[in-house]
């Protein structure tokens, strides 16, 4: 066992340490700090040379970072495993040579090109809780003496703690990059968002959204005024994430934005945009893409898809897919020599879905993914209502229960003519579900997204969102009391008021036996009306239509704080 260090000496190493610390806490050049205590411990141990090596992250290479002594080797790599400090590495304990000449592993190469004489080494590993990141070496101990135990012991704690303090300077450093890059990403998104169209006129026939995952989107859409009359849109959607990919979308959208105005038609605009894009292709990255050109005249779109997801005609509850052909754009050359072909879609009082993957891929509360199938339930649900306020709604209903797992952008296409102007008093929504538990997720979804859509704060939507939940599940539990049926629920503005009305098919229930009983009653039961009237301005029975079954009808006036 080794002897302990005299007091005096445990004192001084003591300070030295602490000492290294402090510069190692205080420093912004590591290297710079680790020359100076390299340049201490080799003053403290009384060595005539030292030398820091550091494992190269990406080669493994021993790479010496510091040194100090006659010769300069800082730059000098040595293969992983390569003597004795290759040794001190790989076995992880301090290695004592007195006599080089009697050591395998010492290696004269480096003294036969400098000329030094390596007579001694005192080696110890830089490591923190099995993590390695190097050694320090000590070369020949000044007098003509060798390096002892006490030596040892001191180096190894040098070592320590210098291997904690550059762990903890990349840590710090790797903050202030990841700070660097979330600035510029924030940056890049202001400047896309800038890009995108502003909020359209309520009486527009198109309106757009977009909504990334990250902080920049790789997806994007656009809507143009033609001096003609009629609007060109698209809706596109890049490859891949991050910044390449918000890169290729600020291409795509000006490119798009530039041949709109000189090309004859959709199919003309997408051939050429994918001809720019190969000159300039990014490798492995592409762009998946419909654009069109409306005439709210004759409510005639035509269309042109480049791989795209296929856009859904919705016409008197029916849903149409336009499918497209062509692959996506800047993947190949000869498929667009004669253009993308056009489709010609008659709108004919209905409306046209263009969305990007990230709308089908959606998971709503972890679930599986939407897919086809389910953009369509979800644009039924807020069918009713108008246009702009229905794609906030639906964005906000994947996005409010966690679904949004990639970048989304919606777009609706309407033919308006024989639309009535709008007014204060309308039906914003309006749908029929199945009397069961597990459809109160889609109805809290629906009912928060419609509340905010028309002004609601965050506060009062959540307590609307409440009153529904409560009133729906008395009907399932007390109503149909298990048995099948539906609900209908439906919201309505009136002026400054919400107005929601849900209608059952039960037998009709004696109002005056579901009056709320006092509060200070311990018996389960009735509490759900307390609470109700407590959240609404209004809480009644009306009579239901034809008298067939129950309608609860919920007022608040709406408050947008």
Known sequence: MPSPLPETDSASHLDLIVEMTGDFAH?????ATLRLGLERIAQRVGAEAASLFLIDEDSGDLVCRANMGPVDVIGLRLAPGTGIVGRTIDLGVPQLVRDTRRDPDFAGAIDAATGFETLSILCAPMAVRGARLGAIELFNKKGGGAFSQTDSRLLQALAASSALALINTRLVADMAEQQGLKRELELASEIQRAMLPGP????????????????????????????????AFAVGDVSGKGMNASLLMTKTASLFRCLVKR?????????????????TRMPGMFVTMAAGLFDPASGRAVLAIAGHEPPLLLKDGVFTPIEGEMPPLGIAVELFAGGCPESVVELDGGSLYLFTDGLTEARPRQDAMLESEGARALILNFAAMPAGKRLEAMVRSLDDSGGLLDDITLMVIEDRRD???SSEGRTL??????????????????????ARAMGCGESMAGDVVLAVDEACQNIIRHAYRGAEGDIVLRLDREDDRLVIRLMDFAPAVDVAKIQP?????????????????????????????????????????????
Request: charged share 25%.
């Open 27 to 31: 420093s912004h050049d590591v290297e």
């Open 200 to 231: 359209q006129p309520e009486d527009s026939p198109i309106h757009g959204i977009n909504l990334p995952a990250r902080g920049v989107s790789g997806d994007f859409f656009e809507i143009i005024p033609l001096p003609d009359g009629r609007l």
């Open 263 to 279: 090309e004859a038609g959709p199919g003309a605009i997408l051939a050429a945009i994918n001809s720019e894009l190969l000159e």
């Open 419 to 421: 639309h009535p102007p």
């Open 429 to 450: 929504f309006e749908r029929r579900y199945p009397a069961r538990p597990e459809e109160l997720a889609a109805i809290r979804a629906a009912v928060s997204g419609t």
């Open 517 to 561: 009983r006092p509060l200070d009653e311990v018996r389960p039961g009735g509490l759900g009306t307390h609470l109700m009237r407590s959240i609404m301005d209004h809480v009644d029975f009306l009579p239901p239509p034809a008298g067939i079954g129950n309608l609860l009808q919920m007022v608040k006036r709406i408050d947008p704080t």
